[in-house]
T-cell receptor
Framework: SQKIEQNSEALNIQEGKTATLTCNYTNYSPAYLQWYRQDPGRGPVFLLLIRENEKEKRKERLKVTFDTTLKQSLFHITASQPADSATYLCALGTGFQKLVFGTGTRLLVSP | GAVVSQHPSWVICKSGTSVKIECRSLDFQATTMFWYRQFPKQSLMLMATSNEGSKATYEQGVEKDKFLINHASLTLSTLTVTSAHPEDSSFYIC???????????????FGSGTQLSVL
């Protein structure tokens, strides 16, 4: 069966450290993968997109890697800040229209 | 960036009543909008794809007569939960793509969501 797995347990880190979140998938062949941030009671906000032929993408303190052999994406936040605390969702794009979302990982950054 | 406005942000209703949720693209035209449902600590589940001027496409297991979708213009889609019951209580979120953007036009712009509580 098709699955998108993200760590269900919250990730607790200290301010200034690098947070690394994992997204693993099975039985999908995504053309691209996206990461979103979601705050409680709010809709997700787009962060980064990485395509199947790209290994790495960066945007300011954010870095995403995409390994289609391992079927895994890693999402890094460097120099993390308490304001980065949120739930982060990965989403697979298998066609132009639909995105399939993972369950998300909650990140807590302590001062 | 593109803005999607969703209204209301929360609603409480009695069992058996109908509730309408609006989703508007404020600064772009959205020929396609998507409606998601999210339970606490769970993923966004796609309910249906709303197409301007035509019938919505519903995902497997979603009752089209229960969740009525109307996409009458390029900037407005509505979701009506008919004869709501407590099990319909959930967080409903709409989203759209800005087809006018040529770069990364696969990304979705989300509304702020509607928390529905059915008593």
């Amino acid at each position: 069966s098709q699955k998108i797995e993200q760590n269900s347990e919250a990730l607790n880190i200290q301010e200034g450290k690098t947070a690394t979140l994992t997204c693993n998938y099975t039985n999908y062949s995504p053309a691209y993968l996206q990461w979103y941030r979601q705050d409680p009671g709010r809709g997700p906000v787009f962060l980064l997109l990485i395509r199947e032929n790209e290994k790495e993408k960066r945007k300011e303190r954010l870095k995403v890697t995409f390994d289609t052999t391992l079927k895994q994406s890693l999402f890094h936040i460097t120099a993390s800040q308490p304001a980065d605390s949120a739930t982060y969702l990965c989403a697979l794009g298998t066609g132009f229209q639909k995105l399939v979302f993972g369950t998300g990982t909650r990140l807590l950054v302590s001062p | 960036g593109a803005v999607v406005s969703q209204h209301p942000s929360w609603v409480i209703c009695k069992s058996g009543t109908s509730v309408k949720i609006e989703c508007r693209s404020l600064d772009f035209q959205a020929t396609t909008m998507f409606w998601y449902r999210q339970f606490p600590k769970q993923s966004l589940m796609l309910m249906a794809t709303s197409n301007e001027g035509s019938k919505a496409t519903y995902e497997q297991g979603v009752e089209k007569d229960k969740f009525l979708i109307n996409h009458a213009s390029l900037t407005l889609s509505t979701l009506t939960v008919t004869s709501a019951h407590p099990e319909d209580s959930s967080f409903y979120i709409c989203s759209a793509r800005d087809r006018g953007r040529t770069a990364t036009n696969e990304k979705l712009f989300f509304g702020s969501g509607t928390q529905l509580s059915v008593l």
